[in-house]
């Protein structure tokens, strides 16, 4: 099953739990929009190379379309539209006036040289110009991608737009109007859930397992050590780090710096992606990529709470496994959603030509994740169904009424 058809999936399984309008369902089967680009760059050596780019405009009855762009060789109009999906989704759970939308471009930004990356940025934003704007479709970061990149496509934004328009892009570095906080910010808004959630379950001094040390696996073992967690293991692309007595963060983020992995650093034990899912723990974090928990290894997961900060970790049959073994997942839609909160503070404040502390910043993400966090909380005790479903039955509710008020 490919990765929207699970997508879909967790949609068609809430018709038997929330009532609502068939015709909205149907809606949110398909997304409004999809854009297939092509963009032609003049490489460093004079040859000239066509990227295919993708840009998925989910839904916008919220408000405007909003989600990253990812620079990935493996990125498909599958995986886009998937993506664009729960974005819709997260910004309904959340309650924020934006919809959803993804990007992606087919490249490994690792092998092509900065100078070509910012001509492949700005020729993305070229060809789909008129596509996006701040009332229409905002892009921001995701996975290969940086603030620098969004301060380019910004740039271009501007120039094409014949004025500054720092609100049509988010993530940017502070200095071109990005906004405080946002580096740490997928992190952050998990890990302030994983707190409660951790406190609710009375598990005290957890021991805690990440996959992945990018972004947003990388903020969250900082802030499970600054707390005191015993961080067990991390893995990255090329494998994974354990140590039975707590790995030092800091360290691996050094070595990773110096050597492009963690794998193999110092008083670590090598153990690969899978084996790293596997380890029993408190808490699980996937925060790769989608589909890391499937019908074949979800039998031997042995962690207690999984919280998914990457996008679709787990498939729908797997998803069904874990509830029935009674370990506790906190939904992407919810867990990783401190990313776009922020993005949409970035957003909110370009607007007003406002600039926000990084205290204010953070006070406003747990005045917007705690709240929807104890709701779903509220929900899934009360209907007993999980946390996901939890979720989405908050999110189209939502969305049936920003629907029926525009269709008035």
Not at 130 to 148: A, C, N, R
Request: hydrophobic share 40%.
């Amino acid at each position: 099953m490919s990765i929207f058809q699970n997508a879909i999936k967790q949609l068609e399984e809430m018709k038997a739990i929330i009532n609502i309008s068939p015709e909205i369902y149907k809606l949110l089967e398909v997304p409004q929009r999809i854009l297939q680009v092509n963009i032609p760059i003049k490489m460093d050596s004079g040859e000239l190379r066509i990227f295919e780019g993708y840009r998925v405009q989910y839904n916008n009855w919220q408000g405007p379309y909003k989600g990253g762009i990812r620079y990935f060789e493996g990125v498909n109009l599958d995986e886009v539209k998937a993506l664009a999906f729960w974005m819709t989704i997260k910004c309904a759970v959340l309650g924020i006036p934006m919809g959803g939308g993804k990007g992606g471009v087919i490249v490994d930004p690792k092998k092509i040289s900065k100078n070509e990356i910012e001509n492949l940025s700005r020729g993305y934003i070229k060809t789909l110009f008129s596509d996006f704007g701040p009332q229409k479709d905002v892009p921001g970061p995701d996975m290969g991608t940086t603030p620098e990149i969004m301060a380019w496509m910004a740039d271009e934004y501007g120039k094409l737009n014949g004025a500054s328009a720092p609100a049509a892009v988010t993530g940017k570095p502070v200095e071109v109007g990005g906004s405080l906080g946002r580096g740490n910010s997928t992190a952050k808004g998990g890990f302030m859930v994983l707190e409660n959630l951790l406190s609710k379950m009375d598990i005290n001094n957890p021991c805690v397992v990440i996959q992945g040390f990018g972004n947003a696996g990388m903020n969250m073992a900082k802030l499970c050590a600054e707390k005191g967690y015993k961080v067990l293991a991390i893995s990255d692309s090329k494998g994974g780090a354990f140590n039975s007595d707590g790995l030092n963060v800091n360290e691996l983020i050094d070595f990773k710096k110096l050597n492009g992995t963690i794998y193999g650093a110092p008083r670590t034990e090598l153990l690969n992606n899978q084996e790293i899912l596997e380890l029993a723990c408190d808490v699980l974090v996937p925060s790769a990529l989608e589909n890391q928990i499937t019908e074949e290894n979800v039998e031997r997961i042995k962690a207690k709470i999984i919280l998914e900060l990457a996008n679709g970790p787990i498939t729908p049959e797997a998803d069904k496994v874990l509830e029935n073994k009674g370990i506790v997942v906190v939904p992407d839609v919810l867990a990783n959603a401190g990313g776009v909160a922020v993005s949409y503070f970035e957003w909110d404040q370009n607007l007003k030509g406002e600039r926000w502390s990084d205290e204010e910043v953070s006070n406003k993400l747990r005045d917007l994740m705690m709240p929807n966090f104890f709701k779903m909380l509220e929900l899934s005790r009360d209907s007993h169904i999980s946390l996901r479903k939890s979720a989405f039955a908050i999110a189209l509710k939502r969305l049936e009424e920003a629907y029926n008020s525009r269709n008035i």
